[in-house]
C-alpha cells in the first residue's frame, strides 16, 4: 500500500546480478599477468561462472541466512548418547558445496591451481566469510600430510576432491573430506610449545592415544583435523626425535564407523563469523596418527600455517572489495546536495583511498598465491617473508576499510539489512587469526635475523621497481636504513613490517597497476602526503579514474 506522504524515491538498488570476477579490474589483470598464457582462457571462463554465482541473489540469500541461523551444538541424543554433532542451516552446506565443486580446496596438483584457487576463493568468500575457514584448512593440511607419504596417498585425493560429503562418516566411504585443525589450548594461546595435550603411543606403529584440551577447534563437523600434542621423551621406538611436542591426524569417525572421542564442550559465542563453528574440544584416549617424526610438530605443520594465513589475507582482501564495491555502488544511485555523491570531490577522495587500499591488498596476495605455482627456492625464500609481512598488514587494514565504507552508506550501512555490519563484524578476525599482529611482526623477526636467503629474495623482488618512482626509491632507502639498525628492534618490529608492506605493495602497483593507481598510493603511503583517514589523498592527483575501476559495474 502506498499514501501520498510514503514515495520511495533515491534508495539504492541492491548490487545483484553482476559478475564479481569480471568486474573486478585488479584481479582479472592479476590473474591474467600471472597464469600461463595457454590456460587462461580455461581459468577466466571458470573464474567468470563463479563470479556470476557470487553476484547472484540466490547465493547472497544464502550468506544472510548462514548468518542469521548460526550453527547448534547437539552434545547428546534423545537417549542420552554422546554425538557431538553441529547442526548447520542448509545455506551453509550450500555455500560450502559450491566452494569444493568449485574446487577452492584443490590446488595442489593442477596447472596455475594456487593461483586459479586464490583468485577463487576471494570472489567466492565475497559472499559470506565464514564458510571459508573449512575450505581453507582443507586446502593448507595437504603440505602438512606429505610429511607422511602414506598418509597422504590416503587422505590428499579426498581433500581435494569436487564432491562435497557433509555426513560423518567412516573416511574410506566418502567421496571428498574436508580437514579441521586444533593448536590453541587455554594456557598457551599462540605459543603451542605451552600445549599439554598428551599422546601416548599405542601397539600399532605411528598410532597413539591423545588426552587433553583444545581451546579453538575450527570447523568442529570435519572429517579429519590436525593438531599437536606432547609425546613424552623415549617412546618413538627409536624413530623420530623420542618425544616432544608432535603433529597428529586426529579423525572424526575410525575406520569401523565408530565415533572417535570428540568432545564438543561449547561453540564460542564470536563478535563475528556467526554461521561457521569454532568449539572447544576434549581428547580422553581419542585416536590419532603421527604426521611426521616426534618432536616436529611446529615444523611439520608450519606449511599449513602459511597456507592458511595467505588465505587470512585473501579473506580480508575480499572483504575490502566488497566492502568498496558496496561504497561505489552506493555512491553511484545516491543523491545528495544536488547530485550523485559520486561526483562530490570529498566523496570521490574517499572512495579514491579505500579503493588504493583494496587493489594493494588484492595485488600481493595475488603476487604471493602465484609464487606456489612457480616454487623453487628464490620463491620459497621470498614467501617466508613476504606472508608473514602481508598477514600482518591486510589484515589489518580490513578494518579500517570496512568502517569508512560502512560510513559511506549513511545511517542505511547500520542497518543489517545493507550487509555492511556483517562485514564490518568479520573484519577483526583475520587478523587475530593464525597468529594476531605481533607474532606475525616476530616471526619476519626471526627471519630476517636467522634466514638471509629470505631477505635477499625479498629485496630482489621490490627492486624489481627501482627507478620507477623516486618517491618508493625513498622509502626502499629508508627501510635498508631500518634494517641495518638492530637496536632494540623487537620494540620497532611493527614499525618496521608496516614499512616493508607497504614497500612491497608499492613496488607491485608501479610494476603493474595503471599510472592512477601507482601514482596515489606512492603519494599517500610512501610519499607522506597522507592524512590519518581515508579521504586525504592529494587533489591533484586522478582520483576519478581510481574510483571508476574500483566500481563493481563492467568495465
Known amino acids: 500500500m502506498s499514501t501520498p506522504t510514503h514515495t520511495v524515491s533515491n534508495q539504492v538498488p541492491p548490487l545483484v546480478g553482476h559478475d564479481v570476477y569480471s568486474t573486478d579490474s585488479a584481479l582479472t589483470e592479476a590473474v591474467a599477468r600471472h597464469a600461463d598464457p595457454a590456460g587462461l582462457p580455461e581459468i577466466t571462463a571458470e573464474l567468470s561462472e563463479l563470479g556470476r554465482a557470487a553476484g547472484s541473489a540466490a547465493a547472497q540469500a544464502w550468506g544472510t541466512q548462514a548468518n542469521t541461523y548460526a550453527p547448534v551444538l547437539r552434545t547428546h541424543d534423545r537417549y542420552g548418547n554422546r554425538i557431538d554433532e553441529v547442526d548447520f542451516h542448509p545455506s551453509w552446506h550450500r555455500l560450502l558445496g559450491h566452494a569444493v565443486t568449485s574446487g577452492l580446496t584443490a590446488a595442489w596438483s593442477r596447472p596455475d591451481g594456487h593461483l586459479r584457487r586464490a583468485a577463487g576463493f576471494l570472489v567466492w568468500s565475497q559472499v559470506e566469510a565464514g564458510h571459508g575457514?573449512?575450505?581453507?584448512?582443507?586446502h593448507a593440511a595437504v603440505p602438512a600430510l606429505r610429511a607422511d607419504p602414506e598418509l597422504a596417498a590416503e587422505w590428499e585425493p579426498r581433500l581435494g576432491s569436487r564432491i562435497y560429503d557433509e555426513r560423518l562418516v567412516a573416511p574410506g566411504g566418502k567421496p571428498g573430506a574436508l580437514f579441521g585443525m586444533g593448536m590453541t589450548e587455554k594456557q598457551?594461546?599462540?605459543?603451542?610449545?605451552?600445549?599439554?595435550?598428551?599422546?601416548?603411543?599405542?601397539?600399532?606403529?605411528g598410532t597413539y592415544a591423545l588426552t587433553g584440551h583444545k581451546w579453538f577447534c575450527s570447523a568442529p563437523m570435519s572429517d579429519g583435523f590436525l593438531v599437536l600434542a606432547q609425546v613424552p621423551g623415549g617412546t618413538s621406538r627409536?624413530?623420530?626425535?623420542?618425544?616432544?611436542l608432535t603433529c597428529f591426524l586426529l579423525p572424526r569417525v575410525l575406520a569401523d564407523g565408530s565415533r572417535n572421542v570428540f568432545a564438543i564442550q561449547r561453540l564460542k559465542d564470536k563478535l563475528g563469523n556467526r554461521s561457521n563453528a569454532s568449539a572447544e574440544v576434549e581428547f580422553a584416549g581419542t585416536w590419532a596418527r603421527r604426521v611426521g617424526e616426534e618432536g616436529r610438530g611446529v615444523a611439520t605443520i608450519i606449511e599449513m600455517v602459511?597456507?592458511?594465513?595467505?588465505?587470512?589475507?585473501?579473506?580480508?582482501?575480499?572483504?575490502m572489495r566488497q566492502a568498496v564495491a558496496q561504497a561505489v555502488h552506493h555512491a553511484t544511485y545516491r543523491s545528495a546536495f544536488g547530485g550523485p555523491l559520486i561526483d562530490k570531490p570529498l566523496m570521490r577522495n574517499v572512495l579514491a583511498d579505500m579503493a588504493l587500499e583494496s587493489e594493494a591488498a588484492t595485488t600481493t596476495a595475488l603476487r604471493l598465491a602465484a609464487s606456489y605455482d612457480a616454487d623453487g627456492e628464490q620463491e620459497r625464500a621470498f614467501r617466508r617473508l613476504a606472508?608473514?609481512?602481508?598477514?600482518?598488514?591486510?589484515?589489518?587494514?580490513?578494518?579500517?576499510?570496512?568502517?569508512?565504507?560502512?560510513?559511506?552508506?549513511?545511517g542505511n550501512g547500520y542497518v543489517e539489512e545493507s550487509g555492511m555490519p556483517r562485514i564490518f563484524r568479520e573484519s577483526p578476525l583475520n587478523s587475530v587469526w593464525e597468529g594476531s599482529?605481533?607474532?606475525?611482526?616476530?616471526?619476519?623477526?626471526?627471519?630476517?635475523?636467522?634466514?638471509?636467503?629470505?631477505l635477499n629474495a625479498f629485496l630482489g623482488e621490490i627492486g624489481l621497481a627501482?627507478?620507477?618512482?623516486?618517491?618508493?626509491d625513498r622509502a626502499i632507502k629508508d627501510l635498508l636504513g631500518e634494517l641495518a639498525d638492530l637496536d632494540a628492534v623487537e620494540a620497532r618490529a611493527r614499525r618496521i613490517v608496516e614499512r616493508m608492506a607497504l614497500v612491497l605493495q608499492g613496488s607491485l602497483l608501479v610494476r603493474f597497476a595503471p599510472a592512477a593507481v601507482a601514482d596515489a598510493f606512492c603519494a599517500s603511503r610512501l610519499g607522506g602526503d597522507w592524512g590519518s583517514t581515508f579521504g586525504t589523498l592529494p587533489h591533484t592527483l586522478d582520483l576519478a579514474a581510481i574510483v571508476d575501476r574500483a566500481g563493481p559495474a563492467p568495465h
Open 133 to 138: 575457514c573449512p575450505v581453507s584448512m582443507t
Open 188 to 205: 598457551g594461546g599462540s605459543d603451542v610449545r605451552a600445549n599439554t595435550t598428551r599422546a601416548e603411543p599405542l601397539a600399532e606403529e
Open 238 to 244: 627409536g624413530e623420530g626425535r623420542g618425544g616432544g
Open 306 to 319: 602459511a597456507a592458511t594465513r595467505l588465505d587470512c589475507s585473501l579473506g580480508s582482501a575480499a572483504l
Open 387 to 410: 606472508v608473514a609481512i602481508t598477514k600482518f598488514w591486510v589484515t589489518k587494514r580490513a578494518s579500517a576499510v570496512a568502517a569508512e565504507a560502512l560510513e559511506c552508506l549513511g
Open 437 to 454: 599482529g605481533n607474532v606475525q611482526a616476530l616471526d619476519v623477526l626471526r627471519v630476517l635475523q636467522r634466514e638471509p636467503l629470505a
Open 466 to 472: 627501482r627507478g620507477a618512482d623516486h618517491r618508493l
